[in-house]
Antibody, heavy 124, light 108 residues
Framework: EVQLVQSGAEVKKPGESLRISCKGSGYSFTSYWISWVRQMPGKGLEWMGRIDPSDSYTNYSPSFQGHVTISADKSISTAYLQWSSLKASDTAMYYC?????????????????WGQGTLVTVSS | SYVLTQPPSVSVAPGKTARITCGGNNIGSKSVHWYQQKPGQAPVLVIYYDSDRPSGIPERFSGSNSGNTATLTISRVEAGDEADYYCQVWDSSSDPYVFGTGTKVTVL
């Protein structure tokens, strides 16, 4: 079974750093990009960025570029999302998802499966 | 960047048909994918390539896409279909993976 398992909920203070993880299993981890998606409380889904685990090449949404860092360790089939200095506005649920690209450079690209989500709460 | 617009809510009686629209400029030229998110759960892919269903998704879920509107149709709606539904496309802009605004489906 293809599965993505994320690390547990986190409660942090503003200014603190954080790294959350997403471990893939049941498939070749280096064969598919991993994306991160943010969902703020009561809001919709926002694509943050993606990483190719085979070489750690990354792309970011302009909305998140410079605010987060996506990385991966292919030896343990794990992708990461990290912040160096959290803000209260980072409070959200964060999902990782496997990106299926059927045809590169086209809209034949979708997310399946998704991790269970990691709730990040930033509060003083 | 590309914008996808969905109605905030759709209400439907059990056994009836729910239609959820996703509007975008010339969206018919793109492949549209749909996700179901039940309360407190992660999103699940229910339709890809406009109208294909992943294994395990009931045939009651179907999709279409033409012109400026894509549609997710849920036939013979059940209480368990109550969820938020999001459409998604890829766009060649700098923000390539775009989600719709989301539609809450309520089963009366």
């Amino acid at each position: 079974e293809v599965q993505l398992v994320q690390s547990g909920a986190e409660v942090k203070k503003p200014g603190e750093s954080l790294r959350i993880s997403c471990k893939g299993s049941g498939y070749s981890f280096t064969s598919y990009w991993i994306s991160w998606v943010r969902q703020m409380p009561g809001k919709g889904l926002e694509w943050m960025g993606r990483i190719d685990p085979s070489d750690s090449y990354t792309n970011y949404s302009p909305s998140f570029q410079g605010h987060v860092t996506i990385s991966a360790d292919k030896s343990i089939s794990t992708a990461y999302l990290q912040w160096s200095s959290l803000k209260a506005s980072d409070t959200a649920m964060y999902y990782c998802a496997r990106l299926i690209i059927a045809v590169a450079g086209t809209s034949r690209a979708w997310f399946d499966p998704w991790g269970q989500g990691t709730l990040v709460t930033v509060s003083s | 960047s590309y914008v996808l617009t969905q109605p905030p809510s759709v209400s439907v009686a059990p056994g009836k048909t729910a239609r959820i629209t996703c509007g975008g400029n010339n969206i018919g030229s793109k492949s549209v994918h749909w996700y179901q998110q039940k309360p407190g759960q992660a999103p699940v892919l229910v339709i890809y390539y406009d109208s294909d269903r992943p294994s395990g998704i009931p045939e009651r879920f179907s999709g279409s896409n033409s012109g400026n509107t894509a549609t997710l149709t849920i036939s013979r709606v059940e209480a368990g279909d109550e969820a938020d539904y999001y459409c998604q496309v890829w766009d060649s802009s700098s923000d390539p993976y775009v989600f719709g605004t989301g539609t809450k489906v309520t089963v009366l």
